[in-house]
């Protein structure tokens, strides 16, 4: 199934992959609610999915897939070189996370890898973030880096609080040094850039 709101786009990724052997389109959609629908009813293998529809985002369908549609593997095909947007994808289960400056072969090698049961990731993006980003987690105190795993897991503050037997505040106090030091503002975030991190053990 691809799911693209541009018509051209669409078609255009549809021909190369209906073109291949073995590759059949079953379903084509343009928004969320199309997407959902048609994934839930016709199952497919393999999901290309855009990040930017008119009533959503990419992640929203491959979060409900993973619902209705729990052996469809997704692809994310997008025009965003981003780390945000890799790691959101990433965190949802995408299997491969593809810019659409890539060849129509390299995007029908992707859906056959990820269709045999392969999780591939940009190798660019990944070699651009490890270069970035060396690990930041060098720098957490040995409390600090308890409390990031517990934010990793949508832990509150008062959760924490009461498994590491610390004062809330003190908890509060280790989350604002803790996000300082890797360079994040929300703890949405954390759970998102500990995803990204644990990508890197998939391939």
Do not use: C
Request: zero cysteines.
């Amino acid at each position: 199934m691809i799911v693209d709101d541009h018509e051209v786009v669409r078609r255009g990724i549809a021909d190369v992959v209906a073109a291949a052997e073995g590759l059949d389109v079953v379903a084509e959609a343009g928004t969320v609610a199309d997407a959902q629908r048609r994934g839930a009813l016709l199952k497919p293998q393999v999901a290309l999915v855009d990040l930017q529809l008119p009533d959503g985002t990419g992640i929203d369908v491959i979060t409900a897939l993973a619902q209705s549609s729990p052996d469809t593997r997704a692809i994310v095909l997008t025009s965003f070189d981003d780390d945000d947007a890799l790691a959101a994808a990433v965190q949802a289960g995408a299997r491969a996370y593809v810019l659409k400056t890539v060849r129509g072969s390299e995007i029908v090698d992707t859906v056959r890898a990820v269709a045999a049961g392969r999780v591939l990731l940009d190798e660019r993006t990944l070699t651009r973030r490890r270069q970035a980003h060396p690990d930041p987690t060098a720098n957490l105190t040995a409390s600090e880096s308890k409390v990031l795993d517990l934010v990793a897991k949508g832990m509150t503050n008062r959760d924490i609080a009461d498994e590491l037997g610390l004062a809330e505040k003190t908890v509060k106090n280790h989350v604002t040094s803790m996000l300082a030091k890797l360079g994040l503002s929300r703890r949405t975030q954390v759970i998102a850039w500990v995803a990204s991190q644990h990508s890197t053990s998939w391939r």
